[in-house]
């Protein structure tokens, strides 16, 4: 096992997954790949203030940053929110990414569009990754977790992707129908007509590891996919924070963390938010559509880039949402970051 992941980083047990004696709640594990100021913090946070969803457990992945910089600012998150029951796994080990970082230094040359975010890719050269990752060991406590999970409590358990699916290609490694033992798939990224945030034509969830994502959107069976056309619409305002009472817990996390969106702008994207709104109440969604999709794999200005595919090939499953009720979303929002 490699050693960049076979720490697990929180031995407790999540709680029952029950909301009540007679109530049973939607069982949820998330991948995301948190900052410690962003948009999963938020997604997080709503999630577990949620009496409707227990949260089974968290892998930690690397995008937005490397997965133990993940790992350490969603344990953070957990602590501020009193909620250190929940388990929480390194993903991959950085040897996964050699490759990877390989093609970035080829292509980052023509990515060079003012505001594009490579995230955890622009922060670490090549010379600065493990050198046995010839040997490929990809065996990680968070593939072992979410194989075992999902596989012993078949249809049960929705996945919440908020991040770049390395951990799902690894899974399907091992378990090539892995996927159709889950419940649901929920995820965030990808991009229809909008501008891409990371390559020309791509978002950042599928732009940093396009293999991946592709190999999922060609095997899931039952996905809900929220793209950045639609996330991109909703910002989370300074104004709306400095509201939350003192004794709201998420209040308690920015306390402790005062640079929270300090960015210049007064407001962050709410990217990862929207997901988790949809999850909590799926009526927010007033528009959606089967499509058949895959992502670009080939280097170049598309690599990343997600496109609708031919349906006789590819059968149409990936219920894209291309509407929300704003306001509902909104309400969400500020309600669970209230408690």
């Known amino acids: 096992m490699a050693a960049e992941a076979e720490n697990v980083i929180n031995n407790s047990e999540s709680r029952n997954s029950v909301t009540s004696a007679n109530m049973p709640c939607q069982r949820l594990i998330i991948i995301s790949d948190a900052m410690r100021y962003g948009d999963d913090a938020v997604a997080i946070a709503m999630l577990l203030a949620d009496k409707s969803v227990c949260v089974e457990g968290i892998i930690a992945t690397s995008g937005n940053v490397w997965a133990d910089q993940a790992a350490e600012n969603i344990r953070e998150l957990l602590n501020a929110l009193g909620r ?156 709306t924070l400095a509201k939350l009472s003192h004794k709201a817990l998420f209040a308690e996390y920015l306390a402790k963390n005062p640079k929270f969106m300090q960015n210049g702008s007064g407001q962050m994207g709410l990217w990862d938010a929207v997901t988790a709104a949809v999850i909590m109440d799926e009526t927010v969604i007033t528009e959606s559509k089967p499509l058949s999709l895959e992502v670009n794999t080939t280097l170049g200005s598309e690599y990343g880039r997600l496109q609708v595919s031919d349906a006789t090939r590819n059968p149409a499953k990936i219920n894209t949402v291309l509407g929300v009720n704003k306001l509902r979303v909104e309400e969400l929002v500020k309600d669970s970051l209230s408690q």
Do not use: C
């Not at 065996?139 to 049960?156: E, H, I, R, W």
């Not at 990224?189 to 396009?210: R, T």
């Open 84 to 239: 250190s029951d929940i388990k929480l796994y390194a993903g991959e080990p950085l040897s996964y990414y050699l490759p990877r970082q390989q093609i970035y230094q080829q292509e980052k040359a023509q990515l060079t569009r003012p505001g594009l975010f490579h995230g955890a890719l622009a922060n670490l050269s090549s010379a600065h990754l493990p050198k046995n990752s010839a040997n490929r060991q990809f065996a990680s406590d968070g593939v072992d977790f979410l194989l075992q999970k999902v596989l012993a409590n078949p249809g049960q358990i929705a996945l919440v992707l908020l991040a770049p699916a390395a951990v799902l290609a690894l899974a399907m490694d091992e378990e090539p129908d892995f996927l159709q033992s889950l419940a649901k798939l929920y995820i965030s990224g990808g991009v229809l007509k909008a501008a891409g945030n990371s390559g020309l034509q791509a978002e950042l969830n599928f732009w940093f590891d396009p293999p991946a994502i592709n190999k999922v959107l060609l095997n899931v069976d039952d996905a809900v996919l929220i793209p950045l056309d639609i996330s991109n619409q909703f910002q989370l305002k300074q104004s």
